[in-house]
């Protein structure tokens, strides 16, 4: 299976702040990467795939980058919604794998 | 818009079988693909399966031969039968719809998950 490694575990930030998310796979695999937000007891909530085409009604402040085994997600200016997990998730290949999350939390 | 609810037994012995059945609403369940994933309490996500109403589906290989998983078009529920159950298994189930974009499947829509703990 492909290892997806998330750094840091954890960040704490402030309203506003640009903050950025790395995941790196343990093998490449071009751009098959999605991210996903899980706000505490509730369902991932797909963000971006492909590495960087924001999914419909994400607002524009996340971004994505990064193909074969880097890869990044920002959120541009921090509103207090986006305190959260974030996940990211690579379908190149078989069986799906994700990362083991990076918490975002409030300076 | 779909929406997907997990419902099932939230306590299973183990060596016993975990059934659980997700509903799907706003939606028909003969198109896209039709998944499980699962979290233990305060780690990540595990991917377990995926099928269609076509009778294709894909489990995952570190669980393959204790996964069976069902789809019922007349209720438009799926289901997800887990064997054999140890302490390991438990987590929170969630069901999610699978939707293809850029031609690689992923879960773009998840139900609100069912916590099911292996315990005597």
């Known amino acids: 299976d492909i290892q997806m490694t998330q750094s840091p575990s954890s960040v704490s930030a402030s309203v506003g702040d640009r903050v950025t998310i790395t995941c790196r796979a343990s093998?490449?695999?071009?751009?098959?990467l999605a991210w996903y937000q899980q706000k505490p007891g509730k369902a991932p909530k797909f963000l971006i795939y492909g590495a960087s085409s924001l999914q419909s009604g994400v607002p524009s402040r996340f971004s994505g980058s990064g193909s074969g085994t880097d890869f990044t997600l920002t959120i541009s200016s921090l509103q207090p919604e986006d305190f959260a997990t974030y996940y990211c998730q690579q379908a190149n290949s078989f069986p799906p794998t994700f990362g083991q999350g990076t918490r975002l939390e409030i300076k | 818009q779909v929406q997907l609810q997990e419902s099932g037994p939230g306590l299973v012995k183990p060596s016993e079988t975990l059934s659980l059945t997700c509903t799907v609403s706003?939606?028909?369940?003969?198109?896209?693909?039709w998944s499980w994933i699962r979290q233990p309490a305060g780690k990540g996500l595990e991917w377990i399966g995926r099928m269609r109403t076509s009778g294709n589906s894909n489990n995952n290989p570190s669980l393959r031969s204790r996964v069976t998983m069902s789809i019922d078009t007349s209720k438009n529920q799926f289901s997800l039968k887990l064997s054999s159950v140890t302490a390991a298994d438990t987590a929170v189930y969630y069901c999610?719809?699978?939707?293809?974009?850029?031609?690689?499947?992923?879960?773009?829509?998840w139900g609100q998950g069912t916590l099911v703990t292996v315990s005597s």
């Open positions: 706003g939606g028909s369940i003969s198109s896209d693909y």
């Open positions: 999610a719809r699978e939707r293809a974009y850029s031609n690689y499947l992923w879960p773009d829509s």
């Open positions: 093998q490449g695999i071009s751009s098959w």
